[in-house]
């Protein structure tokens, strides 16, 4: 049992306690205005932002986060892997920090609220307990994580894995298109990568994090619930496939002695699908792009590339889909005469929420007068890192219209966006008060 659920009953009877909905404490407009502000940074002319981790864009928005953490009265600073910290001290220095936080980097013309929302809800609450004069037995520390989407050097969650475990074997000396290393993205951010061990984490220095999200998905804004409460955070397995053909003059070579790698890629592509709806369940596979060569009309198909991700909230889900997809590649290379290799690149691991901290944002949530709903997390989040240090783990969602996220069109309500910061500081109080 971890920490969070040893304390649910009491965290529970507190929150139960004000159950009465009570005078809204964050101040929704303020952190409509922190949302457009931060959306000037990387802003796109068709709405929405480019604003890759470890970019120009980037370093810009850190910069202006930075004076805004400050003016919020936050001790700031920023660790080796480039994540930036505010803290707040507490009265009782033998007590262990709560942290929150979320990230502000992007996709390739993304949206203004993935990242940002948590971000900036964990912002305007600092700036309400300044309000407030509050004072709080725990230290409170907000957090913005370098590099959650993985744009850039392809690999995702950074500053929250390099906070929980440390870096991949080669990460930091990986160049990205222009030759740049990690590294040097992070001299750039003023940090020293040598020092990189410096970013981890002690769990038990860290009573709990909470992180404010965007669903991402539609089943909040269907259901017109208010307030999703995550149950888990999915497992991602990412596969690089290969298929080798043979190259050939498209004219010439009779259809039925083709090896044709492009053709066994489009139906490894449906086997993907196949697979991954054979049995009950939210799992999910995706297969993102295709890279075919030579690449020329009147060639035959002789190599093929493409990526396959695995999605679950189980580890043997994961695996028996992985499984089976490649017993599917297998057959299908073998009836086209085409070698077909699947090699595993990536993984993050499921991650759970803690129970305890489920319990507090539900009834954290109701007693403000919102609806909710418990809901795993279809997209990874930097609270999947710490959970998998050992550090109790808890995430609040907020609607997104319509499900759409990753594109400009992502929208949430600045209503939504402030009832879950609302929720964050409710629950944070709560947490508090043990």
């Known amino acids: 049992m971890t920490r969070a659920a040893r304390l649910g009953a009491p965290i529970l009877a507190v929150a139960l306690a004000g159950a009465a909905p009570a005078p809204v404490h964050v101040d929704g407009e303020r952190l409509k205005g922190l949302l457009l502000a931060l959306a000037e940074f990387g802003k796109n002319p068709e709405g929405g932002v480019t604003r890759v981790g470890f970019s120009k864009e980037d370093q810009a928005a850190r910069v202006w986060l930075v004076e805004r953490m400050k003016e919020a009265g936050l001790d700031v600073w920023v660790d080796p892997a480039a994540n930036i910290h505010g803290r707040r001290a507490g009265t009782d220095v033998s007590l262990p920090v709560i942290l929150f936080g979320s990230h502000i980097d992007s996709v390739p013309k993304g949206g203004n609220f993935d990242g940002d929302v948590g971000s900036m809800g964990a912002l305007e609450l600092m ?26 050097y392809g690999k995702g969650v950074f500053g929250s894995r390099m906070a929980a475990r440390g870096p991949d074997p080669g990460e930091l000396e990986a160049k990205d298109e222009e030759g740049v290393a990690l590294a040097e993205w992070l001299r750039r951010y003023g940090v020293d990568p040598a020092r990189i061990a410096e970013a981890r984490l002690d769990p038990r220095r860290v009573a709990s994090y909470l992180e404010l999200h965007i669903e991402q998905g539609g089943v909040l804004h269907r259901g017109k619930v208010q307030i999703g409460v995550v149950q888990g955070i999915v497992g991602i397995d990412r596969f690089h496939v290969s298929l080798e053909g043979f190259a050939n003059h498209a004219g010439t070579t009779p259809m039925a002695e083709r090896r044709d790698a492009l053709v066994a890629a489009a139906r490894l592509i449906l086997a993907v ?136 069109r992502e929208w949430t309500e600045w209503e939504d966006a402030a009832r879950g910061a609302e929720v964050l500081y409710r629950v944070l109080r709560a947490l508090d008060a043990q």
């Open 273 to 408: 699908r196949e697979e991954v709806m054979a049995r009950p369940g939210r799992q999910v596979g995706n297969v993102g792009f295709v890279q075919v060569l030579p690449g020329a009309p009147n060639v035959v198909p002789g190599s093929v590339r493409l990526p396959v991700e695995l999605r679950d909230l189980k580890r043997e889900v994961m695996d028996e889909m992985a499984a089976r997809v490649r017993a599917r590649a297998e057959a299908i290379g073998k009836e086209a005469g085409v070698t077909v290799a699947m090699e595993r690149y990536a993984n993050d691991e499921p991650a759970l929420t803690d129970p305890g901290l489920q319990d507090l944002i539900e009834a954290t949530s109701r007693g403000a007068g919102y609806s909710t709903l418990r809901l795993p997390s279809g997209a990874g989040h930097d609270a999947q890192s710490l959970g998998r240090a050992g550090i109790p783990i808890g995430m609040i969602f907020v609607p997104s219209k319509d499900g759409i996220s990753h594109s400009p």
């Open 127 to 152: 700036l309400t307990l300044r309000d407030e004069k509050a004072v709080t037995r725990h230290p409170f520390e907000m957090v913005v994580w370098s590099n959650e989407e993985g744009v850039h």
